[in-house]
């Protein structure tokens, strides 16, 4: 029986900006049979999102930008690319043309496509805008200015920053822009930073943090800073100085060999993780002494370096949706076929020049210092706290969970902790435990004869949590008649942690404290004994102190529900719970698991 894990091939770490720029076109080569008629739009089809089939297909041409103008800006050169995007600009931006790309409205994904042209535009101004005629140079620039009509509304979050984006471009081209928009929409923006260099993304996420801060609040920011510090020196003062706050709290997420913890949604983005540390490299950021030119360089070429060994792309060569492997399953409405290619904002470093002394320096390791096993506050409240061992992150989570209704947000958010070494499973329904995949949580089966069902861990109210020493304590209900205090204790060296459960039980029914998920990797002619030690090895969960009744058991995961691997298992103590009161204490341990 062959592996299930997807085979990880090792890519070398690029070191030159040939290296770095060839991942890029590698990416970007499989789309040149797919572009259409008049290079306007970009085909990927075979299934939509909650926005017309017409915005992805803009979607999918604008997104490469991101990768484009600074390649462009750097002196890189592609000519069939150049072709198209200057061919797909003039006719994307005509209303007289059939692939007219039109006007974004309210909440309109146009909106977030229109800043990927605008920078690519800025940057590189000798690829898409010289070449082109004076009034073609105002047809464009009349369409970029539609983000600032007044039907051209969006959502209270990161879409702010995407006319503030477009506008900075055009006020740097020469062209009309609204001076006014961008100073509105910053003091919005400015209004959602949290403390400690992190923002929450808008006003309705229950106090929720996830990668929207390096993908956005902190790549629109400190380039809103470069381009406009003249206009608004204050607004750019307080971006730049919160990416130096952000930058030594979110390094730790990230793995010795590059990976960042998953958590949270837009995964599909994959190593747009690095795309802060990308930005900062390639328009030298002072992020603090710790965050030396190599050390930026590492960050960024170790990320792309671990993705590009991995199957993320079709057998056409074309990125897919999904992370580790091609999967659906994990997406949200709003990713489309494209949605993928905004990973292309890694490589923001390509803007420098092939003889900056940047690309002779070498990939310098993480500025995380060497055994340092100890909690490391995430973010301002303590919410996310993560603890290093071995090179791996570990994420527990805490506090705030989202109220929101994008796909798996339970799964994405909600469970004890996430791992670089391990990737978390979304639920597929509560009828049975492989299809709930209650990985790093506490399930509870209940089977009343009629209609079984499996509860979780559910969304956590902001008061009902707090750490005490080096001890996570916080109160939840999974469901009505189950309430938990849930204590976990990560281990002094990094190795696992300890939970300790207290469950207060209205109603009998079977409870699973369920560490990480692993790949189910059996060969063919394994024994039991020899399987089940191998999945001990990757990781193991042992009762410390439980009731009678309780046991070892491992939950077969249905296929596909797991980032990293299509085929898991998840190592669980299962007991027996009664009406009244009953405690469990377990003990998690992680071990390695093969790439």
Known sequence: MPSSQPIHSPHPIPVTRDDFAAIMLRYLEPLRNHFSEGRARLRLGGFSAVYPDEVAELESWARPLWGLGPFWAGGGHCAWL????????INGTDPNHPEYWGAPGQHDQRSVEVPAIA???MLAPHVLWDPLTQAQREQVAAWLNLVNRPEAICPDNNWLFFPVVVNVALKRLGMPYSPELIRRNLERLDSFYAGGGWYHDGIHTNGSYDYYNPYAFHFYGPLFALYAADE???LAAKFLDRARTFAPTFVNLFSDRGESVPYGRSLTYRFAQCAFFSFAAGHKLDLGPQFTPGVLKGIVARNLAFWAGLPTCDNGGVLTVGYHYPTLFESEEYNAPGSPLWSMKAFALLCLPADDPFWSLPNEPLPCEDGDTGLHRVTPGGELVVQRHDGEA????????????????ASKYAKFCYSTRYGFCMSRSERTLGDAAPDSSL?????????????TRGFIAKDAFSWEGGTLICSWSPCRGIDVETRITPSPDGSGHRREHVIHAEIACTAYDCGFAVPSDRRAGEDDEAWRAKIDGMCSVRAAETPDGA???????RPNLNLMAPQVVIPAVRVPIEPGVTTIVTEVSEGLVSR
């Open 119 to 121: 920078y690519a535009i």
């Open 394 to 409: 570990t994420l527990y989570v805490c506090g705030h969970q989202p109220a929101g209704a994008n796909p798996h947000y």
């Open 443 to 455: 399930a509870f089966v209940i089977d009343d004869g009629v209609n079984p069902h499996v509860t």
């Open 82 to 89: 150049e072709d198209v995007y200057r061919t797909g600009l």
């Open 232 to 234: 608004y020196p204050e």
């Open 551 to 557: 046991e070892p058991t491992l939950i077969r995961v």
